[in-house]
């Protein structure tokens, strides 16, 4: 209720019902979201924490991987973040590169732009297991299958078979237009007079990009990584047919190794177990093993995008 300005304070004023229902409203959808956010990690902290032990983190699944006394996680944990952080290695310099080509050297209303942001749009748009046939295709059969043949290894592959390094390749093109749109704000959010002001001075258009759009766009760039992780982290559909195994007696030490995930692994308690009740605390343990390496994974990404704004402020 407001009282009109000049106007008598004890006048009575029309209350404005849709205003103040559709703020109820969007302030219900919000509470709803937190609320089954709440649900969840609580669920999954209430029936995984009592199951969650040092053994059971460090130790592996060499005797019994349904067993709740025997089981570990370990070799899916070093799956994991090996995954991850190959998956980060390929997807954050080619989606940095397309960024900066469709913010810095190109016309916003060209074709050739709308067609690019077409294809990123729609890349986002398609289901994940769609890159796990596409990475068997591609990655495993094409490109493998012909290493192998010009490297002589076609009867015993060494490229031509599920590996870490084509999960991870395959993770990298489900997450790119992540990292592009990302990178894309953040370059936009670039005001113009910076650039004109470098090219006053007689700098050249890629030193202007390299040395004063980019270093200023990288917090935003390190968010659009953060967000790549979880997005990564979690997927299971486009690795089950590129690199995860069921089950592997060592650690990948190469990037032709198969590997185990922890979201595999969910994936395998749920399915596979002889007993499900009785693998249902391992199931949740692992869950929140996963939960808390992707926390991890992306607290490190955001501290390192606190400290190069703490270095960019002080450079201003």
Do not use: C
Not at 23 to 44: D, E, H, R, Y
Not at 281 to 309: D, K
């Amino acid at each position: 209720m407001t009282i009109p300005k000049g106007g008598n304070p004890f006048a009575r004023v029309r209350f404005d019902y849709a205003s103040n229902g559709f703020s109820a409203l969007t302030g219900l959808a919000t509470l709803l979201i937190v609320a089954i956010l709440f649900v969840i990690l609580g669920n999954i902290a209430y029936f995984g924490w009592p199951s969650l032990s040092w053994r059971f983190v460090t130790g592996g699944t060499e005797k019994d991987m349904f067993n709740v006394d025997h089981a570990g996680v370990m070799p899916m944990i070093f799956g994991t973040a090996a995954l991850v952080i190959l998956m980060s290695i390929a997807v954050v310099p080619v989606g940095v590169i397309t960024a900066v080509y469709l913010t810095e050297y190109t016309q916003s209303n060209s074709v050739m732009t709308r067609v690019i942001r077409g294809a990123v749009n729609n890349l986002a748009g398609v289901p994940s297991i769609v890159f796990g046939l596409f990475g068997l295709g591609f990655f495993i059969n094409f490109v493998g299958q012909n290493m192998d043949a010009i490297l002589g290894k076609a009867d015993e592959p060494v490229w031509g078979k599920p590996a870490i390094l084509w999960a991870a390749l395959t993770l990298a093109i489900l997450t790119l237009p992540v990292v592009i749109v990302a990178t894309e704000e953040a370059l936009k959010a670039i005001p113009n007079g910076l650039r004109e002001a470098s090219l006053a001075l007689g700098a050249t258009k890629l030193q202007t990009v390299m040395k004063i759009v980019i270093p200023q766009a990288l917090p935003g760039i390190m968010t659009g990584s953060i967000l790549a992780v979880s997005r990564g982290a979690g997927e299971v559909a486009p690795i089950m047919f590129t690199g995860a195994a069921y089950y592997m007696a060592e650690l990948p030490s190469r990037l032709t190794d198969q590997f185990m995930e922890l979201g595999y692994h969910v994936f395998i308690l749920s399915t596979q177990s002889p007993d499900i009740e009785r693998t249902r605390p391992i199931l949740y343990a692992t869950v929140v093993v996963l939960l808390g390496l992707t926390f991890l994974l992306n607290f490190v990404a955001i501290l390192v995008r606190a400290q190069m704004r703490r270095k960019l402020r002080s450079l201003s």
